[in-house]
């Protein structure tokens, strides 16, 4: 009788056991997203960053720039700007939001308490990431509609390509965030710390001026900036015209600039404040 007794309860117990140590990296995620997207959506200033400053540049650019610069590119005015807004929400949504993020968190010594838990470290930094990733994929979700519905280009020709360029640039800013974190004392200074990477990015990785109207010297400094090949991934899946090389570089470039950031973080990034 003990043994019939025993045996039904017993054997149930492992595959319980297993399905909580399959979601316990996924509840941890989710748990540090959600703190951080709640502590995001207090911050009102980087909310009016991240959604109204993309659109106004993008309507800028939009006017600003002239066909006639554009002509033998195969690029349309609403093509250049939209793709660059692309650019634009991945810069201020995920790199610009998250220096920030990530200083405020290690002054306030969120980074240190965290780390005497079971998180562990790469946790810590995707799951302070998430939202920021999240709110830039949504605002390019709506470039992309608006750009089809009411500015007259084409569904994206090759959406693995955009799919993979959105994805490999919010990795990379993600990556380049943390270490720019590293040199910025505090929140405040975060403003002064990003600014050189978003002049390189939105003067030489195509954001405003595409490199196709660029001369050929500085054209190919510029393709090897670490936004170019995101950039290009991004313009390429939704407006086509390059050829089969080109995304593979444009992959590669990113990739190592990938590689670069992720190895920088973690001999340099830093969990308690700077004193």
Known sequence: MTTLTNAPDSAPSAPVATAAQATTLRGRLAALGRAEAAL???NRTAIFVSLLMPAAMVLAMKSAMKQSVLDGT???VAGAALTGGIGIVLVQAVYMNLVSAYVARREDLVLKRLRTGEVTDPEILVGTALPSAALALAQVAVIVVAGTAFFGLAAPRRPELLLAGLLLGVVLLAGL?????AVTRTVQTSQLT???LFFISMTGSGLFVPLEVMPDRMAAVCELLPLTGVMTLVRTGWLGGADGSEP???AATGLAWTVIAVFAVRHRFRW???R
């Open 40 to 42: 995001l959506a207090r």
């Open 74 to 76: 195969g690029l349309s």
């Open 177 to 181: 965030a943390a270490l720019t974190s």
């Open 194 to 196: 990003t600014l050189p």
């Open 248 to 250: 593979l570089m444009a």
């Open 272 to 274: 308690e404040p700077r």
